[in-house]
């Protein structure tokens, strides 16, 4: 069994940065980044496979978010910059205990954090 703990979240005018950091607590293969607005189904945001450092983007943040990970923390980090008001939404880590082909499906994914709420004003 994982835990994932989230931190990072907050207020932010439009056009500013934050960081999101999900620690783990046991190695995964896997990690990744979704987020769910108000009335709107979970969505996948990024992805990192934590051996080769491989990433995925959804194409509404690419370019502006950039998902990374620390091995000495077992901690993965989600760098929003350039954030707009659409980005509001309650930010989920995930991981995956072994390789899927479809990283963009939240059904797949073994292991939730608890959310962090991003909030971001116009």
């Known amino acids: 069994q994982v835990q994932l703990v989230e931190s990072g979240g907050g207020l932010v005018q439009a056009g500013g940065s934050l960081r999101l950091s999900c620690a783990a607590s046991?190695?995964?293969?896997?990690m990744g980044w979704f987020r769910q607005a108000p009335g709107k189904e979970r969505e996948f945001v990024a992805a990192?496979?934590?051996?080769?450092?491989?990433?995925r983007y959804a194409d509404s943040v690419k370019g502006r978010f950039t998902i990374s990970r620390d091995s000495t923390k077992n901690t993965v980090y989600l760098q929003m910059n350039s954030l707009k008001p659409e980005d509001t939404a309650v930010y989920y880590c995930?991981?995956?205990?072994?390789?899927?082909?479809?990283?963009?499906?939240?059904?797949?994914?073994?292991?939730w954090g608890q959310g962090t709420q991003v909030t971001v004003s116009s």
């Open positions: 995930a991981a995956k205990s072994h390789n899927i082909y479809f990283i963009d499906n939240s059904h797949l994914y073994d292991y």
């Open positions: 990192i496979w934590w051996n080769s450092g491989t990433t």
């Open positions: 046991g190695r995964t293969y896997i």
